[in-house]
C-alpha cells in the first residue's frame, strides 16, 4: 500500500496516545509476522531509545542489535553498551580507512551518492546536478536541491554517502543473515527526503520490499520524541542535556539535538553554531583528531563552513 504526503500529515497530527498505540500495533505485527525473529537495531540516540523501550513494553526479550562504529559521541556509546540484551557488531575497516578510501559524505547522503556517480560517469548523476530529469527538461527540486553542488565534483575531495554503508549497513546485514533477525529501526520519515519517499512506498511495515524492514516511528516528529523521553521518564544519552519547554511551548534539549557520526559533516552549512564548533569545546580530542588527524578542516574550508 502507496502512501501520500498528506497521509502523513494526517497521522503526524494524530493524538500522542494514538501514535503510541499505532507504533505498538506494528510492533506486534512485524513481530508476529516473522514469529518473533526480530530485532531492534540500535544506535544509542534519542530516537532508537524510544523505539526499544516501545519495543520492549511488547516483548520484554526482544534483542537490540549496536554498531560500535567508533563514531559515536562517547556518552551515546556508553549508554548504549549500558543497556541490557544488546548485541555489539563491529565494522569492516575503521573510519579513517573509509575516509581515504571512499571519501566525506556531504552534504547529504543523496547529494553525496549523486557527486560520487557523476564523478565516475554517470548520465543519470550529471543530469540531476544540472538540474534536469532523465529526459533532460528541467526540474526544479533537482535544481534547488542538487545544482548548487555542482562545484564539489571538481573538488580535490572524495565525496561520497559509502561511509554509513560501511560502517552500519554492512554489519547489520551480516548479523541479520547470520540471525535470521528482520530488523525494526527508529528512523522519522521527516528526517530525509530519501525516507520519506521510503516510508511512501512501504509504510511502516515494509514485508515487501527488497530490503524488508519495519520503521513504525515513521510518522512521529521530533516533539513526539522529546514527549514521550519527558512523560515517561525514560533514561537517555547525557550528551542530549536536559529536556526543557521553550517560549513557544515547544520542547528541545539543552545539549545536542542531533548526535549520529561525531565526524559526520553532513547539515553542517546550515546550523548557526554547528556540531565542530560545539564539537570543540567538548570534548577537544576528538575535535583535534576529527579536523587536524582526519583532515575534515582542509575540506570545510574548501566547502565555506566554519569549525
Known sequence: MKHTNDDLKTMQGWTFERKIQVTQLRIMEWYERHGGAVAVSFSGGKDSTVLLDLARRCYPDIEAVYVDTGLEFPEVRSFALSQENVTVLKPDMNFREVIVTYGWCYPSKEVATTLYYARCGSVWADLRLRGLNRDETPSEYRRSHYSKWAFLKDSPFKIS??????????????????????????????????????????????????????????????????????????????????????????????????????????????DKVNRFQRLSVTPPKLYDYCINTLGLGEFLDYVGVKY
Open 161 to 270: 554517502a559509502k561511509c554509513c554503508d560501511v560502517m552500519k549497513l554492512t554489519p547489520l546485514s551480516r548479523n541479520q543473515k547470520q540471525s535470521g533477525k528482520m530488523p525494526i529501526i527508529g528512523t522519522l520519515a521527516d528526517e530525509s527526503h530519501r525516507r520519506k519517499q521510503a516510508w511512501f512506498k512501504t509504510g511502516c511495515n515494509g514485508f515487501d520490499a527488497k530490503r524488508p524492514l519495519s520503521k513504525p516511528l515513521s510518522f512521529w516528529t521530533e516533539q513526539d520524541i522529546l514527549r514521550y523521553l519527558k512523560e515517561f521518564n525514560i533514561p537517555y544519552a547525557a550528551v542530549y542535556g536536559d529536556i526543557v519547554e521553550d517560549e513557544k511551548g515547544k520542547l528541545r534539549t539543552t545539549g545536542e539535538t542531533r548526535t549520529g557520526c561525531v565526524f559526520c559533516p553532513i547539515g553542517a552549512h546550515r
